[in-house]
Every structure is written in structure tokens, then in C-alpha cells.
């Protein structure tokens, strides 16, 4: 996987070259973010090719965020309690399968450090699953870019941080919580440790009324980062959307965890 | 270039995904665990009635998702289902269903999904037109790979996907984007009728 991550950035460099819930924390560790606004990296296309494409501001409402990613012991709790997640028992419509095979078996982590890391090598489905237990919802794509944009606070440290992120090798096993400090709202590692599901994680791959043939929106690279992005410098930002944008639903990465969310969306 | 292309060699390296095995189709098996029909979520359709999915198997299924609103893309989906209607093999017309998902949980009504197949003179003895909670179209979109989101002007961004179901619910053939040819979703079609 250390090839992976550079031959993800070297590929988005290639790319790039021209360019109802209540809002009360239901769980301990989770934090409640205020209420604002945020622009996503990519602009909508306008509805024709000479007008200016709009920016689409979306409106935050307050709601809560887990402050760390989900752990493996909390997600082995879950499937105690949910046989049908367990890994013997998913069905290939729900995840493929390489779901959750850091574990040693159906209730049975790796060892005991793994207690303490992030869960990963789960599927869309296994995390909204989870979520919707605790009474909670996997954060919506602009929830869980508000969270890390932190009002605008250290931006460029954020984005530093998460340049050196992606540029490390994979390590074998993801880094235990804790290893950040926490942003301006109280979240911790939402860089450094895992990319996280979102529960639209590739709604921003669409583009209005698209008639590409692929489906999906070229205009988002090349021409696409210097036109259709917001900040053609927030090269983070484009990296996150390109990842989400290249999941599908029952994908189980090594890398890919996610964290749960809660109230207004 | 297009992104989905460049994107799926970014995946396969970062992922290293593999697919899942195909399922073997048994008559009187239980569904395949690669079936969509086993997502347990209950739809509604143009009449008012209470549809569980896997009550759609027992025959191939062309589906896709859209909204009645819609006036772009949709248009263009439903005429490349009704074309794959309209150029089915002589008499087997009955052996096919034809289902419209609508991403439109609060605007597309049993009443206006009916007057939306009226408008379009769908032959509702074999179309089907659906709708149900925000939860169970996310979770559909999920399975059937339609990336959508609601663009904040009352209507939706989506992807144009449309998709072959065997009579079990396994997704056999996706054709993608409403400049495709509708050929290979028709080809692949008839080899399940010849089955």
C-alpha cells in the first residue's frame, strides 16, 4: 500500500498537470459543531458553457460529530450485537471481500493495541449500519468538510499536515487515536489516520443534469481544477473528493473508516 | 480524459478491490448474496401499493432512478427504456418489468408517478414506478451504484444509470450515461430470455 498513496498522488498530479436527529451528543465522545455555511471544492456546472458557474454555498446546521473515527473494539461490539455484520455472515451486496480482515476473526481482533485503532476495511453499508444503531448517521460530505475546514482556523497547517499525510507510505496496520490534537471545534484525526465514509461520499461526482457519457463529471480535473474548483489551491480538498468520488458502496479498504454523526443535515 | 476512468486506476491501486464472486443461480435456491433484493426496504408504487424488491424477482428487471421533475436526463432514460421495450424479441414482452426509482421521496407521489407513466403511455401491466423514504433510495443508489444529491433548487444531481437484473436480482448489465447506446443492455437481455 506505500505505493498506493504515492501512486494516488502521482496520478491526481498527472491529472492535474494543466491545473432526524436531535442535535444533543448521544455519545460521550462526540461534539457538537455550530451552525454556518460551506462552499464545496467543486462548483456546480453552470447550466450553460459561457455562464459563470455558481457557487453552491451550503448551509450547516448545528449537529454533532463523533470526535475520534470509530475503533475496532467499538465496532466489535456492534457486531456482537449484530450477527448479520459479523464477517462470516455479510453478504457480498453489503461488502466485498476483504471486510474487516485485520481481524483474526468474526469477534476476534488482531490483538489487543488493535483495540485502539480506528476500524477499517469496512463498506459504506457496515458503517451506516453501525451508525444508525448508536441512533446516529454516518456525517454528510459538507458535514464532514465543515468539520475539518474549523472555521478557517490553521488552514494552511491543515493543509501541510495533510500533504505530509498523503505522501507517507501506508503503514500495515492504521495509527491508534489520539495521535492529533483536536481542531477548533474539539474533532480530532479526521487527517493522519484513516479516510472516512461520508454518507454521500460520491454525490459531488455528479454533475447537474449531466450528459457525460461516462456518467460521471470530467469537468472536475484538468481544465475542471482550475475553472470548476472553488480553491484550485486546496489540493487536500480535490484529493478527498477524488477518493470519495472512486468508492463504491460495498468497497472494503485498508485505508477507508469513519466516524458517525448526528442532527441536522 | 474523464475522471471515472483515471479515478478507477487511482482505486484499483489504493484499494486493491476485488469483486465479488458470482453467485450461483439454483431454481428454488434462496436469493444469491449478491442479490439487490436483499436490501429489505419497502417501496410504494404508482397505485398506492406497498412493494417489498424482491417481489420484483422471477423475471429480468430494467431499472433505473430518476424524478418526475426531472427534465433533462430522465426524459433520456426513460426513452432508452422504453427503446429496450420497444425492440424486446416478438412475445416476450411479459417476461420483462421495467422499474423507474424516484429519488423524490417528498414531490413524487403514488398520483404524480402515476401521471408521469400516463404522460409517457407506460404499459403499467409491465412498468413499474416506485418510491420510497430518504433512507431506502440512499441505500438503493448505494447498491446500484447512482451517485445523486439534492442540488438545492428542488430537484437532483445524478448520474444516468441503467440496469439489467436476472430474475434474481443479481445486476447483470449497467449501461452508463444517457449518450450510450442501449444495444449491449438489449443483447445481454435477450441472452437471459433464451435462458
Known sequence: ?265 | MKLRSMLAGVALALIAASAPAGAQEHAGAPLPETSLYNLDSKWVNQDGARIALSSLGGKPVVAAMGYADCKDMCPAIVADMMWIDKHLPPGTASRVKFVFFTFDSVADTPERLRLYADGHGLDLSRWMLLGADDDAVRELAAALDVAYRANGAGGFDHTAVISLLDGKGDIVFQQRGTQASSDELLATLKTLLEK
Not at chain 1, 466489535?76 to 485485520?102: C, G, N, Q
Not at chain 1, 444503531?133 to 475546514?149: C, D, H, I, K, M
Open chain 1, 1 to 265: 500500500m506505500q505505493q498506493a498513496r504515492a501512486s494516488l498522488v502521482a496520478a491526481a498530479l498527472v491529472v492535474c498537470a494543466a491545473a432526524a436527529f436531535g442535535a444533543e451528543p448521544s455519545r460521550a465522545g462526540m461534539v457538537l459543531l455550530p451552525a454556518g455555511s460551506y462552499t464545496p471544492f467543486l462548483r456546480l456546472k453552470a447550466p450553460n458553457a459561457s455562464a459563470p458557474a455558481p457557487l453552491n454555498v451550503v448551509t450547516i446546521g448545528a449537529f454533532s460529530l463523533d470526535v475520534e473515527p470509530v475503533t475496532n473494539a467499538e465496532f466489535l461490539d456492534f457486531v456482537t450485537a449484530h450477527p448479520e455484520w459479523r464477517r462470516s455472515r455479510i453478504k457480498p451486496l453489503f461488502a466485498e471481500d476483504r471486510y474487516l480482515r485485520r481481524w483474526s476473526g468474526d469477534l476476534a481482533l488482531a490483538d489487543a493495541e488493535a483495540r485502539n485503532e480506528p476500524v477499517t476495511n469496512v463498506s459504506w453499508f457496515a458503517a451506516e449500519a453501525y451508525c444508525r444503531a448508536r441512533g446516529a448517521r454516518l456525517p454528510t460530505t459538507a458535514q464532514w468538510e465543515y468539520a475539518v475546514a474549523d472555521g478557517g482556523r490553521d488552514r494552511d497547517g491543515v493543509r501541510e499536515r495533510s500533504l505530509e499525510w498523503f505522501a507517507e507510505p501506508n503503514p500495515a496496520r492504521p495509527p491508534a487515536l489520539g495521535s492529533g490534537s483536536a481542531n477548533g471545534y474539539g474533532v480530532r484525526d479526521l487527517i493522519g489516520l484513516v479516510w472516512e465514509w461520508t454518507l454521500d461520499f460520491d454525490a459531488y461526482a455528479t454533475a447537474a443534469e449531466s450528459r457525460d457519457p461516462n456518467g460521471k463529471d470530467g469537468a472536475l480535473v484538468c481544465g475542471g481544477a482550475a475553472a470548476g474548483a472553488t480553491d484550485p489551491t486546496d489540493y487536500p480538498g480535490f484529493m478527498r473528493f477524488s477518493m470519495r468520488a472512486s468508492l463504491k458502496a460495498n468497497y472494503t479498504a485498508d485505508n477507508v473508516g469513519f466516524r458517525c454523526a448526528a442532527g441536522a443535515s
